[in-house]
């Protein structure tokens, strides 16, 4: 199965793919957390969240806190770190104290988002993220004797690229001033291409009868899914809020428009590649039914929330199976479970000597497991998370947020392929994220006030 075979050498590289997983092979690729660098740093957690400075994109009703002639605008950017490991198992079973690693470097913009008043306790936002990314480079060599003694050396390549986008357009309105609603429609788009290749590398017979293949999937994805959202906050005060929120995405098929093409070149007579196969149909991509609930606190020092979210990816999206020597190994959707903690500490943010106090401090959890099962196995997800926020004099009230987080995807037991142990790779990224979150405060009689002259 090469989604458990690594790379043959260490990569160092850097680029702005989202992902360097091997479990971005399949289906929508590695799922990237939503919300901005604030609610990332506190675990990702946002489903209650109900600040008026800032914005929140996972729960459509909280727009309708817009504040009121000005708007808010936020952007933020990512760089991670990868570093994946694979255990190596003899024929006895026994583990190599030495496993394969690979290292890979990545950075983009991760989010940008945008929230203004339509009405009293009417509000409207609007957000860019990407949803998943594909990012993998897989190689490696048949090892089949058989194969060694009819053929020769063949080697056999999966490389994997692009992302899928989410663009959200969420209208929020709160009829009573401790209740809202909120409706969104999300755009789903981008370009993901896998290429598949088995080359003969070192011929042993003298026919010239043997050719590289070489394939490439291409999926193009533009569909439109809605959610909806309500937020409630029984506890509302100057000085404290208690909100619970929750959330629902109906989710459902992409149906992507599929291209595929294979290539073939005569490795002894060096013909060029020519595409002898292409046809366009659907392929079973989708977003999952799923559920959120969370609640958040806040007074004037602290805030802490936690989420909930169970994603239906569907019994009947169950995928397909991934071919190896001799075996076969299922790959298939599964349903998540996924929980996020934070909490943030203020110490006086109205201190105007010392700026220390002024600072956020946040830290939190995320745990959870990956949306895709590997030969019946689980693929567990863990991420902890800290972060600072600094309020800065810029265009109004801004604040700059710096969040840091640990994430690691693995499984707890190898796989018995052909009555031998092949070990899952373990992927571990450390994430720096840098996010500006900007208040028009001082500009809002220009944006929002129509101006008279004499």
Same mark, same amino acid.
């Given at each position: 199965?090469?989604?458990?075979?690594?790379?043959?050498?260490?990569?160092?590289?850097?680029?702005?793919?989202?992902?360097?997983?091997?479990?971005?092979?399949?289906?929508?690729?590695?799922?990237?957390?939503? &919300?901005?660098?604030?609610?990332?740093?506190? &675990?990702?957690?946002?489903?209650?969240?109900?600040?008026?400075?800032?914005?929140?994109?996972?729960?459509?009703?909280?727009?309708?806190?817009?504040?009121?002639?000005?708007?808010?605008?936020?952007?933020?950017?990512?760089?991670?770190?990868?570093?994946?490991?694979?255990?190596?198992?003899?024929?006895?079973?026994?583990?190599?104290?030495?496993?394969?690693?690979?290292?890979?470097?990545?950075?983009?913009?991760?989010?940008?988002?945008?929230?203004?008043? *339509?009405?009293?306790?009417?509000?409207?936002?609007?957000?860019?993220?990407?949803?998943?990314?594909?990012?993998?480079?897989?190689?490696?060599?048949?090892?089949?004797?058989?194969?060694?003694?009819? !053929?020769?050396?063949?080697?056999?390549?999966?490389?994997?690229? &692009?992302?899928?986008?989410?663009?959200?357009?969420?209208?929020?309105?709160?009829?009573?001033?401790?209740?809202?609603?909120?409706?969104?429609? /999300?755009?789903?788009?981008?370009?993901?291409?896998?290429?598949?290749?088995?080359?003969?590398?070192? +011929?042993?017979?003298?026919?010239?009868?043997?050719?590289?293949?070489?394939? +490439?999937?291409?999926?193009?994805?533009?569909?439109?899914?809605?959610?909806?959202?309500?937020?409630?906050?029984?506890?509302?005060?100057?000085?404290?809020?208690?909100?619970?929120?929750?959330?629902?995405?109906?989710?459902? /098929? *992409?149906?992507?428009?599929?291209?595929?093409? @294979?290539?073939?070149?005569?490795?002894?007579?060096?013909?060029?590649?020519?595409?002898?196969?292409?046809?366009?149909?659907?392929?079973?991509?989708?977003?999952?039914?799923?559920?959120? +609930?969370?609640?958040?606190?806040?007074?004037?020092?602290?805030?802490?929330?936690?989420?909930?979210?169970?994603?239906?990816?569907?019994?009947?999206? +169950?995928?397909?199976?991934?071919?190896?020597?001799?075996?076969?190994?299922?790959?298939?959707?599964?349903?998540?479970?996924? @929980?996020?903690?934070?909490?943030?500490?203020?110490?006086?943010?109205?201190? @105007?000597?010392?700026?220390?106090?002024? !600072?956020?401090?946040?830290?939190?959890?995320?745990?959870?497991?990956?949306?895709?099962?590997?030969?019946?196995?689980? !693929?567990?997800?863990?991420? @902890?998370?800290?972060?600072?926020?600094?309020?800065?004099?810029?265009?109004?009230?801004?604040?700059?947020?710096?969040?840091?987080?640990?994430?690691?995807?693995?499984? /707890?037991?190898?796989?018995?392929?052909?009555?031998?142990?092949?070990?899952?790779?373990?992927?571990?990224?450390?994430?720096?994220?840098?996010?500006?979150? *900007?208040?028009?405060?001082?500009?809002?009689?220009?944006?929002?006030?129509?101006?008279?002259?004499?």
């Amino acid at each position: 199965m090469l989604l458990l075979l690594m790379p043959l050498t260490v990569s160092a590289q850097t680029s702005s793919i989202n992902a360097y997983s091997p479990y971005s092979m399949y289906g929508m690729g590695e799922l990237l957390t939503p &919300g901005s660098a604030q609610m990332r740093s506190m &675990g990702g957690m946002g489903i209650a969240v109900r600040n008026y400075g800032e914005i929140n994109v996972q729960n459509p009703a909280a727009a309708s806190i817009a504040p009121q002639k000005s708007f808010l605008f936020d952007v933020g950017f990512d760089g991670t770190h990868f570093r994946n490991s694979q255990k190596k198992y003899n024929a006895e079973g026994v583990a190599s104290s030495t496993p394969a690693m690979t290292v890979y470097n990545t950075a983009n913009i991760h989010s940008i988002a945008l929230t203004f008043p *339509l009405a009293e306790r009417v509000g409207l936002s609007f957000s860019v993220a990407p949803y998943s990314s594909v990012g993998y480079k897989i190689k490696t060599t048949d090892e089949n004797e058989d194969t060694w003694a009819d !053929i020769g050396r063949v080697r056999y390549g999966h490389d994997g690229e &692009g992302d899928i986008s989410e663009v959200k357009l969420s209208l929020g309105w709160a009829p009573w001033q401790k209740f809202s609603i909120g409706v969104a429609a /999300k755009y789903y788009w981008g370009n993901v291409t896998r290429t598949y290749e088995a080359t003969a590398t070192n +011929v042993v017979t003298g026919s010239g009868v043997y050719a590289s293949t070489k394939g +490439v999937d291409n999926y193009i994805v533009n569909n439109i899914k809605f959610q909806m959202g309500l937020q409630w906050s029984p506890v509302l005060t100057e000085t404290k809020s208690f909100t619970i929120g929750a959330t629902y995405d109906f989710g459902g /098929k *992409l149906n992507p428009e599929k291209s595929n093409y @294979v290539y073939t070149d005569n490795v002894i007579n060096g013909i060029q590649a020519n595409p002898i196969r292409q046809e366009i149909d659907a392929l079973e991509l989708r977003v999952p039914h799923q559920v959120g +609930v969370g609640m958040f606190f806040r007074n004037r020092k602290m805030a802490w929330g936690a989420d909930y979210l169970y994603a239906s990816w569907g019994s009947d999206n +169950v995928g397909y199976q991934e071919n190896t020597t001799p075996a076969t190994v299922d790959v298939r959707y599964t349903d998540t479970h996924t @929980v996020k903690l934070g909490m943030e500490f203020t110490p006086r943010s109205n201190d @105007v000597r010392n700026y220390l106090n002024r !600072i956020a401090y946040r830290v939190g959890v995320r745990t959870g497991n990956y949306y895709q099962t590997f030969g019946g196995q689980k !693929i567990n997800t863990f991420a @902890v998370t800290a972060g600072l926020g600094m309020p800065l004099k810029i265009w109004g009230i801004s604040t700059m947020n710096i969040g840091f987080e640990y994430g690691r995807m693995s499984a /707890k037991n190898p796989l018995q392929i052909d009555a031998k142990k092949v070990g899952l790779v373990q992927q571990n990224s450390f994430k720096v994220t840098i996010g500006f979150s *900007l208040f028009s405060a001082d500009t809002a009689d220009y944006w929002f006030v129509q101006q008279k002259y004499d």
